[in-house]
């Protein structure tokens, strides 16, 4: 049997970038079926690591708590992924982030998921306010 290695964990940001057309279709599509309003903006949540994930023949799953990551990528530094609702962000805020090869054996990264983007801030009335927004290749690059 192979000894599974995770990759370390070194920095979880999540940062609020302008969508890309496919996003703005997903974004669409969950205020159709969620019937909730959404901004056009993408939360990128970026998973910085010591060494990119073994290879396997299962591959890394990615987990928030229970809920699982169906959908990430990769970048020069890590991992990533998009959340669309920032609901979502609000439920799984300070949720530990977890990897798992076979989807039953929970490896803890030591980190836990941002409970807001990072160059978004709320006013006293907690209405959002955006910064101008970077596109998710500049953020993807840095």
């Not at 994930?53 to 990769?74: A, C, E, F, K, W």
């Not at 990264?109 to 970077?134: I, K, M, W």
């Amino acid at each position: 049997m192979i000894a599974i290695s995770y990759p370390e964990v070194t920095r979880v940001e999540v940062i609020a970038t302008q969508p890309v057309p496919a996003d703005i279709r997903s974004i669409q599509y969950i205020q159709a079926n969620e019937q909730v309003a959404l901004n056009e903006v993408t939360y990128l949540v970026k998973i910085n690591l010591s060494h990119p994930p073994s290879i396997t023949s299962r591959g890394l799953n990615i987990y928030i708590d229970n809920y699982q990551v169906h959908r990430y990528s990769s970048f020069p530094g890590g991992i990533y992924f998009k959340i669309f609702n920032p609901r979502v962000l609000e439920e799984y805020a300070g949720k530990k982030i977890l990897f798992s090869i076979d989807g039953v054996t929970m490896h803890d990264s030591g980190h836990q998921l941002p409970a807001s983007a990072e160059n978004v801030s709320q006013g006293a009335d907690r209405a959002v306010q955006f910064t101008t927004l970077p596109t998710q290749e500049q953020v993807l690059n840095r």
